[in-house]
């Protein structure tokens, strides 16, 4: 059976540090890949998608990137965090973009940033 | 751009109520709609997908159904209980990735 692993599930980090969040996916080849971020009052925004490895597509602007250096590995990273960055980040796998499969999510991870 | 409203956006109801959650979207031209729960502080966990050809689909105590020429959909709850405690997201997807609202946060009271 296929399986989504993220971490940390939380961290804290100041202002200016970088960040590197860490996303596999087991039991399954070629997946499309996502990073979306849950934060109060905006409901759940997708920030980074890939169809497969060295694809990356940005759907926000933003101080983040993402990248994929293997087939079923997702990270999500940062040189230099800023507070706006705090939030609920969520990596999540399906099989065929717009194709009507489901979904599924790793069980987050908490970012604060002070 | 695609927008997903969902309403009420919090509820509150005594156990062994039926209950009815909504979610409007802006753009017809969808291939599914999708209902999650989340429980607090955890990911996501897919409940029900519609594929847009579709009108309803139903799992034990849920059932979803679809409207997409009004951009609508509802999540029915039969029979609640405390254990369906959580917030229900509703999403679509379109040409796009999924694209979620912002949730109903469902308490039910023992």
């Known amino acids: 059976s296929q399986t989504i692993h993220q971490w940390p599930a939380t961290l804290v980090q100041p202002v200016g540090s970088p960040l590197s969040l860490e996303c596999t996916v087991e039991?399954?080849?070629?997946?499309?890949l996502y990073w979306y971020r849950q934060a109060a009052g905006r409901g759940l925004q997708l920030l980074f998608y890939?169809?497969?490895?060295?694809?990356i597509s940005s759907e926000v602007p933003q101080n983040l990137s993402a990248s994929r250096p293997q087939d079923r590995q997702f990270i999500l990273s940062s040189k230099k965090l800023l507070l706006s960055d705090s939030g609920f980040y969520l990596c999540?796998?399906?099989?065929?973009?717009?194709?009507?499969?489901?979904?599924?999510f790793g069980e987050g991870s908490w970012l604060t940033v002070v | 751009k695609q927008e997903v409203t969902q309403i009420p956006a919090a509820l509150s109801v005594p156990e062994g109520e039926n209950l009815v959650l909504n979610c409007s979207f802006t753009?017809?031209?969808?291939?599914?709609l999708q209902w999650f729960r989340q429980d607090p502080g955890k990911g996501l966990t897919s409940l029900l997908l519609?594929?847009?050809?579709?009108r309803e689909q139903t799992s034990g105590r849920l059932n979803a159904s679809l409207d997409k020429s009004s951009g609508r959909s509802t999540l029915y709850i039969a029979a609640s209980q405390p254990g369906d405690s959580a917030t229900y997201l509703c999403?679509?997807?379109?040409?796009?990735?999924?694209?979620f609202g912002k949730g109903t946060r469902l308490s039910v009271i023992a």
């Open positions: 999403a679509v997807e379109g040409n796009t990735p999924l694209v």
């Open positions: 753009d017809s031209a969808i291939y599914n």
């Open positions: 039991g399954t080849s070629n997946p499309n």
């Open positions: 890939s169809v497969g490895i060295g694809q």
């Open positions: 519609i594929q847009s050809s579709q």
């Open positions: 999540a796998w399906s099989m065929e973009l717009t194709s009507g499969n489901t979904i599924y």
